[in-house]
């Protein structure tokens, strides 16, 4: 295990025996990648900490079961998967909203930050970012976990193996090629604003 492991190790160990301050601890030292993962995963900032806070509350509920000395990192990661997926399959469940005149309502547009995306001329700098959360949507949702957490929140392939429930040979190919999906999709703007 790693420094991070073994410190998240030690905390998880006296958050089981009891202790309230260590509890605090450990979320202060993952709550910010958990956080960023689930954002990754759902879009959306608010959303992203109503179930980073769902997270460390099943955390709470399971901490008999966890392994006393076992890196808590992958086994808190694959909590938060897991609620991410539930919250995904009840929003698709309840995805037609309709306004009282029984219309559909539009969703407004927001950038990264939740501004309205009407709201501010874009920026240079941000326009690679926009591209690249853009792109990253239309990657199959297998593709864009495995993506996220390996190469934006450095996961082994075998602990994101263990979060997403497959194989490690399966998330080096979903990532591999959500990779060059991603590339693909970032190059086809450039291409018309050349032609």
Same mark, same amino acid.
């Given at each position: 295990m790693d420094g991070e492991a073994l410190e998240a190790s030690e905390l998880? !160990? !006296?958050?089981?025996?009891?202790?309230q301050a260590a509890f605090h601890k450990l979320y202060a030292l993952l709550a910010? !990648? /958990?956080?960023?993962? =689930?954002?990754? =995963? /759902?879009? @959306?900032?608010? &959303?992203?900490?109503? =179930?980073l806070q769902q997270t460390f509350l099943k955390v709470h509920e399971a901490r008999g079961s966890y392994v006393i000395g076992a890196n808590p990192i992958p086994w808190i990661y694959t909590i938060a998967h897991r609620t991410c997926l539930d919250e995904m399959r009840r929003r698709k469940r309840s995805r037609v909203r309709l306004t009282k005149d029984g219309t559909l309502a539009a969703e407004p547009s927001a950038d990264i930050t939740g501004a309205a995306a009407e709201s501010r001329p874009p920026e240079r700098d941000g326009e690679a970012a926009t591209a690249a959360l853009a792109a990253l949507e239309h990657l199959p949702g297998n593709q864009r976990e495995a993506?996220?957490?390996?190469?934006? *929140?450095? !996961?082994? *392939?075998? @602990?994101? &193996?263990? /979060? #997403?429930? #497959? #194989?490690?040979g399966a998330i080096k190919l979903r990532a591999h090629r959500a990779y060059v999906t991603l590339r693909q999709l970032m190059a086809r703007p450039r291409e018309k604003k050349l032609a």
């Open positions: 998880m !160990r !006296r958050y089981c025996a009891g202790e910010p !990648r /958990i956080l960023a993962y =689930l954002w990754g =995963l /759902i879009g @959306e900032k608010p &959303a992203a900490e109503d =179930l993506l996220i957490l390996t190469k934006v *929140h450095g !996961r082994s *392939h075998a @602990e994101a &193996a263990m /979060i #997403t429930g #497959t #194989t490690p």
